[in-house]
Nanobody
Framework: QVQLVESGGGLVQAGGSLRLSCAAS????????MGWFRQALGKEREFVAA????????TYAESVQGRFTISRDNGKNSVYLQMNSLKPEDTAAYYC????????????????????WGQGTQVTVSS
């Protein structure tokens, strides 16, 4: 019913850029908080970024602050993650997530607050 599909991952050199996309269906997208998480080998899934219903508020993990930008296009039911100045430690599977149960100002950084998840897209940053 609800489907989130990520794309845009790949192999990139350190210092390079990638733009991830997440296409959502089956949601009242405009009223869903959207987030990006990542999971590296041997590590727990961790928060990366989130964006509020109208896109006016965002929050980022300290590790990506100033390098990554989350945005959304409600007309396209899509969320994006622009990743610049990539580092080898950014290597991970990146997951799009949706929280349809928040409020207009919700910006959850907690995995369990998100109800729907994509299958992930791999980002590999080489030294």
């Amino acid at each position: 019913q609800v489907q989130l599909v990520e794309s845009g991952g790949g192999l990139v050199q350190a210092g390079g850029s990638l733009r991830l996309s997440c296409a959502a269906s089956g949601l009242t997208f405009i009223r869903s908080v959207m987030g990006w998480f990542r999971q590296a080998l041997g590590k727990e899934r961790e928060f990366v970024a989130a964006i509020s219903w109208i896109g006016g508020s965002t929050t980022y993990a300290e590790s990506v602050q100033g390098r990554f930008t989350i945005s959304r296009d409600n007309g396209k039911n899509s969320v994006y993650l622009q990743m610049n100045s990539l580092k080898p430690e950014d290597t991970a599977a990146y997951y799009c997530a949706a929280d349809p149960d928040g409020s207009i100002w919700s910006l959850s950084r907690t995995i369990n607050d998100y109800d729907y998840w994509g299958q992930g897209t791999q980002v590999t940053v080489s030294s």
